[in-house]
């Protein structure tokens, strides 16, 4: 029969009764043996390895605690679980020799820059890269390890609440490119408006989870493909401004910043709430320039000591968004023209009213191209006008891809849209090339006319 703890006490405190509750005594271990020897010779414990016991057991229970406090703290920091890298939007695809081009490897940088979102979660950051059609573009999303992606929310990715990496290989979402200058570097500046906080904001027929409030009209849904709340749309408002950019001012809620520019890209992101009313009340509504228009930015600031004083009206309408005006960034270099001259490019215009299929009528204008497109600062542009458009507005097409000397270029007019009214449709097929990092470009040359009678 094992002694009960009081028999052991009292005889422990008979045999040392100086020292009563001391472990320590060696004494004292030597009669714990005896004790314990008598009364139950299978349970003699030395008292050393008991007390290595009494220390070892509690550290069990506190693992587990400690194991919990960490997930908990962990829980509390919004840990980010990962998904499925993003792919390319539905119904998207790249072509070397068609639209931008295809990415062109290694020139894929993640930039060292990373703007709070306003009501929290992973920052927001940006990276750039080529095409091999000689664009640029801006990519922005969420930031988590280092990494650029997009949430599960606001309708992206069956709302799976999940981090999703934009794969390097992957051109969604590119919310801006340009051509290139002839230092392969980007100038662009980027107002985008009901931004979802997720990050990936598709619409249209490449939709995946462009969202907007429930309140917003029919026309603000047009393209959108979920609803969210209004607390989750954003307003971006990015770009570079190259490498003699210093800092930009902003003004927020009456309160004026300045703040310096990132890297030699002279790169800056600025990320707001949206509000209910505002110019781009629609998904993924904005604009683009040479300089940031239709935003909080109200003044560049250069290494040079200049400094541009944006206006508040917008671009559009005419009115130049820089005082001085500035056609062309500062330290951005023009990249070398082909010097084609009207006479290379000029072409005999074949031109043929036919029955449309869904009813009406439609134009074919084709002719033979004289010269090769190669990149995506040159195309085709054929503009025309039918006898109820206002003076001031033309319809357009334009060539979006590499074509050889000697192909045939077909546009169909017409045949989408709109049909076409009665009476003459005038129109004409230029060549358009561009060395601004915009679309204000120069007249360009001209390749032909043609004016169709239509029923």
């Not at 909080?296 to 917008?314: D, F, K, Q």
Request: glycine share 12%.
């Amino acid at each position: 029969m094992r002694p009960r703890t009081d028999d052991l006490v009292a005889r422990l405190a008979a045999a040392d009764p100086a020292r009563q509750l001391s472990v320590d005594n060696p004494a004292r271990e030597e009669l714990w043996r005896r004790i314990l020897a008598e009364e139950s010779p299978r349970t003699v414990v030395p008292a050393r390895a008991w007390r290595r016991r009494v220390r070892v057991r509690p550290l069990v229970l506190v693992v587990p605690l400690l194991l919990a406090l960490t997930a908990g703290a962990l829980a509390a920091g919004g840990v980010i679980r990962l998904g499925a890298p993003a792919g390319q939007p539905p119904g998207y695809s790249n072509s070397a020799r068609s639209g931008l081009g295809e990415l062109t490897r290694g020139t894929v940088r993640l930039l060292p820059i990373s703007t709070p979102d306003p009501v929290g979660g992973p920052a927001w950051g940006m990276r750039v890269f080529s095409t091999t059609r000689g664009a640029g573009c801006i990519q922005v999303g969420r930031l988590v390890d280092g990494k650029l992606g997009a949430l599960g929310q606001d309708g992206a990715f069956h709302d799976d609440g999940l981090f999703h990496e934009l794969r390097t290989s992957t051109f969604a979402p590119f919310y801006n490119c340009t051509t290139l200058d002839a230092n392969h570097r980007i100038f662009t500046n980027v107002a985008v408006g009901d931004e979802p906080a997720s990050g990936w904001g598709f619409v249209g027929r490449y939709a995946h989870g462009g969202c907007v409030p429930a309140t917003s009209s029919p026309a603000e849904r047009a393209g959108a493909t979920a609803i969210c709340p209004q607390g989750d749309e954003r307003n971006l408002y990015y770009g570079l401004l190259g490498p003699d950019a210093s800092s930009i001012t902003y003004v927020i809620s009456g309160q004026s910043r300045t703040v310096p520019t990132v890297g030699p890209e002279g790169a800056y992101l600025i990320v707001t709430k949206a509000a209910p009313k505002q110019l781009f009340d629609f998904a993924d509504g904005g604009t683009s320039d040479v300089v940031p228009v239709d935003g909080p930015i109200t003044a560049l600031h250069y290494r040079n000591g200049a400094t541009c004083h944006l206006t508040s009206r917008s671009w559009i309408g005419g009115a130049d968004a820089c005082t001085p005006t500035l056609k062309v960034p500062v330290g951005y270099v023009p990249p070398k023209r082909s010097a084609y001259t009207s006479a290379q490019v000029a072409a005999p215009l074949r031109v043929r009213l036919l029955h449309a299929t869904r009813g009406g009528y439609e134009i074919a204008v084709s002719f033979t191209s004289r010269v090769a497109i190669a990149h995506a600062r040159s195309k085709y542009l054929v503009e025309w006008r039918q006898p109820n458009m206002p003076l001031q507005v033309n319809a357009y097409h334009f060539t979006d891809g590499d074509i050889a000397a000697g192909q045939t270029v077909s546009v169909s007019i017409g045949g989408l849209g709109p049909p076409l009214t009665a009476g003459v449709t005038r129109g004409t097929v230029t060549f358009k090339e561009t060395n601004l990092p915009s679309e204000e470009e120069e007249p360009g040359l001209l390749v032909g006319r043609f004016a169709v009678r239509v029923p």
